[in-house]
């Protein structure tokens, strides 16, 4: 999805600038427009990347040379988006619970809930159709900030590690009672 950029400093405030091909734009705005999307793997990112970010950062930044289109977030996109990201949360605290916080792995369980509560906030951001260009405020504008409460005092000890495990799929709302799912 880059195609090129860097990391700048302009008068002392840190700029990002990306390179896009904007065929390969045009088509991940079509296909958000249709509710279709993949997450791509990104350094930095808990859940990977969704390829509708370039539609994202369309309608959210500042296009420096010419005109390009703002577009709106699909109501296509987020029903399908908000379901995607709710079922990978939910598969990821069961693996979590299942593979590793049964065997008393703290790191792993640990990674797999923090990448849990960045998916469960994908989806509240798509359900109200609110574009995110990355997951710097994710947990903030979901809502979701109280999913860092079940860190503390993690042990390489099963009972503990399922406990934080269900504490999160209450906090993220992923539990089988929330909201009816």
């Known amino acids: 999805m880059f195609n090129g950029g860097?990391?700048?400093?302009?008068?002392?405030?840190?700029v990002d600038v990306h390179y896009r091909d904007l065929d390969d734009v045009e088509h991940q705005i079509a296909e958000a427009r249709e509710g279709r999307f993949r997450i791509e793997r990104l350094m930095?990112?808990?859940?990977?990347?969704?390829?509708?970010?370039?539609?994202?950062?369309?309608?959210?930044?500042?296009?420096?040379r010419g005109s390009l289109p703002r577009p709106e977030y699909p109501e296509k996109l987020r029903i399908t988006a908000s379901q995607r990201w709710r079922a990978d949360a939910r598969l990821t605290l069961g693996y979590a619970r299942d593979a590793h916080a049964a065997r008393g792995h703290a790191a792993d369980t640990a990674g797999l809930?923090?990448?849990?509560?960045?998916?469960?906030?994908?989806?509240?951001?798509?359900?109200?159709?609110?574009?995110?260009?990355?997951?710097?405020?994710?947990?903030?504008?979901a809502g979701l900030?109280?999913?860092?409460?079940?860190?503390?005092?993690?042990?390489?000890?099963?009972?503990?590690?399922?406990?934080?495990?269900?504490?999160?799929?209450?906090?993220?709302?992923?539990?089988?009672?929330?909201?009816?799912?």
């Open 44 to 64: 930095f990112h808990l859940a990977g990347i969704p390829t509708y970010v370039v539609a994202a950062e369309l309608a959210l930044n500042r296009v420096l």
């Open 145 to 181: 900030r109280s999913v860092d409460a079940v860190f503390s005092g993690l042990a390489a000890d099963p009972e503990p590690l399922t406990r934080a495990v269900d504490a999160a799929e209450r906090l993220l709302g992923l539990s089988p009672s929330a909201h009816g799912k």
């Open 6 to 14: 860097a990391w700048l400093r302009v008068e002392g405030h840190p």
């Open 113 to 141: 809930i923090a990448t849990a509560g960045v998916q469960a906030a994908h989806a509240v951001l798509a359900g109200r159709g609110e574009w995110i260009t990355n997951e710097k405020t994710l947990l903030d504008r």
